[in-house]
């Protein structure tokens, strides 16, 4: 599959889950969707794409019997270390919890550092041909 094909995906199936900063607001999920987590800006404990946050939805949407896949919907140049682990590590839980139910990362405009350490757990990761990606990886002073 290409990301045009995943975008039409969205486009036509809808988003399962759109709308709050972790993508989980009041949106029928009474019918079977494709439910899309979102991990929008730095990777923080104190900003939007939190681990808590993040996980949360993670964990609902791969719950939810409705939701045929997961899509986690990333535009961010990474953050927190500790942060995007602990999303990596909720993402290999459910995926282990749920084997039957597909992960994907999609990437737009950036997926660097530990977005990209996130997107990495996905079963498939999907990016645009102009997408920021990569940089799994620091060098620490001595």
Not at 63 to 72: C, I, M, P, Q, T
Not at 121 to 132: G, H, K, M, T, W
Request: hydrophobic content about 40%; charged content about 15%.
């Amino acid at each position: 599959m290409t990301f045009g094909y995943i975008l039409l995906i969205f486009l036509t199936i809808g988003r399962g889950c759109s709308g709050s900063p972790t993508g989980m607001d009041a949106v029928d999920t009474s019918s079977p969707h494709l439910a899309v987590v979102e991990l929008q800006g730095v990777i923080s404990n104190d900003d939007v794409a939190n681990a808590y946050d993040v996980n949360e939805a993670l964990t609902d949407a791969f719950a939810n019997s409705n939701s045929k896949a997961v899509a986690l919907d990333i535009n961010s140049p990474g953050g927190s270390p500790v942060q995007s682990d602990e999303i990596w590590q909720t993402m290999m839980d459910l995926r282990k919890e749920y084997p039957d139910k597909k992960l994907y990362a999609v990437i737009g405009d950036i997926g660097a550092s530990g977005a990209y350490y996130i997107a990495s757990a996905a079963d498939e990761i999907y990016v645009n041909p102009s997408s920021l990606v990569g940089s799994i990886g620091v060098i620490m002073p001595s």
